[in-house]
Nanobody, 126 residues
Framework: QVQLLESGGGLVQTGGSLRLSCTFS????????IGWFRQAPGKEREFVAA????????DYADSVKGRFTISRDNANMMVYLQMDNLKPDDTAVYYC???????????????????WGQGTQVTVSS
């Protein structure tokens, strides 16, 4: 059974930083491409960032490019999202998700990810 658990969310002021973590409990973690998504109140869940199986390739939504960095530690089955220069528009529940359905990368659609965490709240105050 695959389990994902996000942590690291919280309340931060505009311009601040947070580092989200996602812990995986899964066999063959390196089979998984990983994505971060977010959902703001009243909005659909949207793609934020993705990283391929070995961390060699990543991609970002335009809204977070240059501010967010995704990384992974395969030895410890962890994925991170470093978020800098946060803005009020970044306020959302953030989810990590795993995809092990083939090597195509990146994948932007939430339907392309088969396993999800429960989410962690990020609130950026103005």
């Amino acid at each position: 059974q695959v389990q994902l658990l996000e942590s690291g969310g919280g309340l931060v002021q505009t311009g601040g930083s947070l580092r989200l973590s996602c812990t995986f409990s899964v066999r063959a973690f390196t089979n998984y491409g990983i994505g971060w998504f977010r959902q703001a109140p009243g909005k659909e869940r949207e793609f934020v960032a993705a990283i391929n199986w070995n961390g060699g390739t990543s991609d970002y939504a335009d809204s977070v490019k240059g501010r967010f960095t995704i990384s992974r530690d395969n030895a410890n089955m962890m994925v991170y999202l470093q978020m800098d220069n946060l803005k009020p528009d970044d306020t959302a529940v953030y989810y990590c998700a795993g995809d092990n359905d083939g090597p195509r990368f990146p994948k932007f659609g939430e339907s392309e990810y088969g396993v999800w965490g429960q989410g962690t709240q990020v609130t950026v105050s103005s």
